[in-house]
């Protein structure tokens, strides 16, 4: 009998290898295709379960924690709500979703950003996120909303030097704390990275560096401002029709001469122009770190809405220099163009997050400033600089003036939008300030103002902002 | 070193098996070690040794691995059942001291175990009987469209099928022993199949066409796939016939046809088992969620696991609570294990249950008179085949049903059960090695 109880051995150990091998297809063959099964809501749990990180202001104000929720889970509460839902968004584990911050920066808050935390994790039992300090002021923050007072628009202020985003704001805004709750006017949109607005005469600045930093012409070259002038065939106006004869492109800027400007780029040509664009990091997306999807390049688009190739024939680049012309951009590429500037030619990558702290208070991720392009020379910034000091001091800009001898470089824009004869415009404020240690850019804009211009809408607010951020020594 | 040495040293393993896993969920309950890990480690340890003691003095020559891997079997039971349920843990450690007198009063009162061959029929229809228990009104409890236990005072539910595993393989073992020779001598050959004397056969059969009748009539097709394994193989063993086993298989493959097609709890399961991971079967009621969520939680857990007292078994927020892993101390604790020690702790559990089976088949190769190698290998069959009925079926080698995993599974009858069937293999085992 011993012969077959051997068999029935060998019998019995086959069996178990099949229950080995079928354990080994579960946990290591199949195990990625079983943890993405949709039906599979382990990883759901899982992520409810782990205490993500807080969301801090510069100031230290608390933007986003974790609340426990019941049976060992946690859910988001966002005690500023609407004030800075649009950078920090909100994340709803239950729902798989998020948004801002709180997605672009889901491996800090959840804790993933350090190995030491991951290998540790499942015998440390809670599994706790890192805070995210950023670079967002409160106070600058009130005062935009303040300033915007519920009309559609958006303010985005960022330090030239580091590129650290100091406030961002767009009206309508919602409530993070309940992000399903149906809004009007794509509440959930973020205007200040992805609005598509005309930015009018404050692209002036980008045809004044080019003109420049190309070395045809200098802020004392001499253009013939008459109106009209023909452009790509048809006739561009200045503002009232208004002739201003031989000026030089300073006097040009100071009181936003369309014509001197179109000529000027069209003088340049489309590839200098181009050229000049992309430095200033149009037709690209600006490397902040927000979602992909939330974030939109700037570029100018045909008529029928198609986005040109850049450097295309086609464009109407008279009229694109003068913000014009199809071009669409979003507050958040004009507020780099005036940091750009700002920081002698120097553009850094915009950011918001500053630094991961972990629980123990160790700092575990430092944002660096770096650079993102050298749209200019240091000297085409200073000669950029000084013609936007004047704009202040006594063209569009003065409504902007911070008094107390502060300097301020800025440019306006009144685009006007919408159906001929409505009387719609799309005011802008660019600017930055202090000239001589620049601190803060910024870019301030008005969606459909009945009539409103750059100088009376828009340049009180960026005012104000500004002087916000000086007074707290930004 | 002698044998009673080298099961105290084999103990070693399963007090520091349970002192660390206890001392692994304290620290993950409460971030605190309590010295309560300790003193289960130390009451455990203080069970193995009285044990231990007492089979020093009654059964000197016995398979010195037997005990030793049913302890870390145990205690590794004992820890995961902890793990999810505190309460049921304490009631496990009760059934565990019951096992163990259960065990001690085998070894004392059948110490010449051949005495049981006078008793198989009354055994044979003891087991039968408590096989019915569960269908009978009031006292019968179904799980998940299965007879599968009975309700005694103060809730507490006993599985009788456990012990009927015993007492058919102790009947079986008795009566092939006596008919192995004539079954084999009289057989011939019908339509080139080699068939068995009816005359002998019959009584076997009888048992089998009851068997499968009550499981039928109970739905139980895991303890049903168990028992007749059980049979082939002693039959296989007894007369070294292998059409015998082939021509059983056939017969049971007919029987699990008509079943699969007939009974709609089974129909049931074995859709689940074929499509686990359909959303509708996923969502029907009694449908594919337990499976499916038991390979997800082995999936969770791969090479090492999430660690102990890690798994995620219910669904946080909900109230009452839902499981997101059903029956977890019970059907489909191997999963549980799988999640938390990966597939390289599951693979040591299957391991520690092959060589259980190993020492068990090894004692009937020992042994020296037909009923012990009968018997032996009928008890390591049983048990083998219990492991591969689960463990199957949560792994989805084959279909799911709720059979429970020896020594680890929560449940009062399988300790109990598996501590009489540990002692009659140790009483053979202690009989075989007895130098004459």
């Known amino acids: 009998m011993n012969a077959q109880i051997v068999r029935l051995f060998g019998l019995i150990v086959v069996l178990f290898g099949l229950l080995i091998v079928w354990t080994t297809r579960w946990t290591v063959i199949d195990a990625s295709a079983l943890n993405s099964n949709p039906l599979n809501s382990r990883a759901l749990i899982a992520q409810l379960r782990v205490k993500r990180g807080r969301i801090l202001a510069a100031d230290g104000t608390v933007l986003a924690r974790s609340v426990p929720a019941g049976g060992g889970t946690f859910s988001r509460s966002y005690s500023q709500g609407s004030l800075f839902a649009q950078p920090v968004g909100y994340a709803d584990v239950r729902e798989g979703s998020a948004a801002g911050l709180e997605r672009s920066r889901g491996p800090e808050l959840r804790g993933l950003s350090t190995g030491l935390t991951s290998i540790f994790g499942p015998l440390g039992g809670q599994q706790v996120g890192d805070d995210v300090d950023t670079s967002l002021d409160p106070r600058a923050q009130a005062v935009a909303r303040e300033g915007l007072a519920g009309r559609p628009g958006s303010v985005v202020a960022l330090d030239p030097r580091t590129g650290a985003v100091l406030a961002m704001y767009s009206d309508p805004s919602y409530d993070d704390n309940r992000p399903k709750a149906p809004c009007s006017d794509a509440c959930q949109l973020d205007r200040a990275t992805q609005g598509r607005y005309p930015p009018g005469s404050t692209f002036k600045i980008v045809t004044a560096t080019a003109a420049i930093d190309s070395g045809r012409y200098t802020p004392s070259s001499v253009v013939d401002g008459r109106s009209p002038v023909t452009i790509s065939g048809v006739p561009l106006a200045n503002d009232n029709d208004q002739p201003f004869g031989d000026i030089d492109l300073t006097t040009a800027l100071t009181y936003s001469v369309n014509t001197v400007w179109a000529q000027v780029a069209v003088a340049l040509g489309t590839p200098t122009m181009t050229s000049y664009m992309r430095r200033f990091g149009f037709y690209a997306t600006p490397p902040i770190d927000l979602p992909p999807g939330e974030v939109r390049s700037s570029y100018p688009v045909s008529s029928q809405g198609r986005a040109y190739p850049p450097g295309s024939p086609n464009e109407d680049i008279g009229r694109i220099a003068i913000g014009q012309g199809g071009l669409e951009v979003t507050p958040l590429q004009m507020a780099m163009v005036a940091s750009a500037v700002a920081n002698g030619g120097r553009l850094m990558r915009p950011h918001l997050m500053t630094r991961a702290i972990d629980q123990d208070g160790r700092t575990v991720k430092t944002v660096t400033p770096t650079l993102y392009h050298q749209v200019m020379q240091r000297s085409t910034a200073q000669q950029v600089a000084q013609m936007m000091e004047k704009v202040v001091d006594e063209g569009t800009g003065t409504p902007a003036q911070l008094g107390s001898g502060i300097p301020f470089a800025g440019k306006t824009g009144t685009a006007s939008v919408g159906p001929t004869g409505e009387g719609l415009t799309q005011p802008w404020f660019i600017g930055f300030a202090p000239i001589d240690d620049p601190q803060v850019a910024i870019a301030v804009t008005i969606e459909r103002s009945e009539g409103g211009f750059g100088g009376t809408v828009a340049a009180p607010i960026a005012k104000s902002v500004v002087q916000t951020l000086l007074a707290e020594g930004k | ?436």
């Open chain 2, 1 to 436: 070193m002698s044998a009673r040495n080298r099961e105290l040293f084999a103990l070693v393993p399963a007090s520091l098996l349970v002192t660390a896993g206890f001392t692994g969920v304290f620290i993950q309950r409460s971030n605190v070690l309590s010295n309560v890990s300790l003193t289960y480690g130390a009451i455990f340890l203080a069970l193995c040794l009285a044990t231990h003691l007492f089979i020093r003095f009654t059964l000197r020559h016995a398979d010195p691995y037997m005990f030793p891997l049913a302890a870390v079997l145990a205690s590794f039971g004992v820890v995961m059942v902890y793990r999810i349920d505190a309460t049921e843990a304490r009631q496990q450690a009760q059934w565990f001291v019951l096992g163990l007198l259960l065990f001690g009063a085998t070894i004392i009162f059948f110490r010449d175990y051949r005495r049981l061959e006078r008793y198989r029929y009354i055994i044979v229809l003891v087991s039968l009987a408590l096989l019915v228990l569960p269908r009978l009104p009031h006292v019968g409890y179904a799980a998940n469209g299965a007879y599968l236990g009975v309700r005694l005072p103060g809730g507490i539910v006993f599985q009788p099928t456990e012990f009927s595993k015993i007492g058919l393989v102790i009947f079986l073992a008795s009566y092939l022993r006596d008919t192995r020779q004539v079954m084999v001598m009289g057989a011939r050959r019908i339509l080139g199949v080699t068939l068995p004397p009816l005359k002998h056969f019959g009584p076997v059969l009888v048992i089998w066409g009851v068997a499968m009748v009550i499981l039928v009539a109970l739905h139980d097709v895991g303890s049903s796939l168990m028992f007749y394994g059980a049979l082939l193989a002693i039959l296989y063993v007894a007369t070294a016939r292998l059409s015998f086993v082939v021509v059983g298989l056939a017969a049971f493959a007919l029987g699990a046809w008509f079943l699969g097609t007939h009974v709609a709890h089974i129909t049931g399961r074995f859709e689940s088992w074929l499509h686990p991971f359909q959303y509708r079967l996923y969502h029907a009621p009694l449908g594919s969620y337990q499976l499916a969520n038991g390979i997800f939680a082995q999936a969770a857990g791969g090479l090492f696991g999430q660690g102990f007292g890690q798994s995620v078994l219910t669904i946080p927020g909900t109230h009452p609570v839902a499981y997101l892993l059903p029956a977890p101390e019970t059907d489909m604790i191997y999963a549980v294990i799988t999640n938390e020690v990966g597939l390289f702790g599951a693979t040591a559990v299957l391991i520690a249950y092959l060589l259980f089976v190993y020492r068990g088949l090894k004692a009937a190769a020992l042994a020296r008179d037909s009923f012990s190698k009968l018997l032996a290998t009928g008890l390591a069959a049983v048990f083998g085949l219990q492991v591969f009925v689960i463990v199957g079926g949560v792994t989805r080698v084959i279909p799911l049903t709720g059979v429970t995993l020896p020594f680890i599974s929560y449940g009062g009858a399988s300790i109990v059960a598996n501590f009489v069937l540990l002692a009659l293999l140790l009483l053979v085992s202690d009989r075989a090695r007895r130098p004459s």
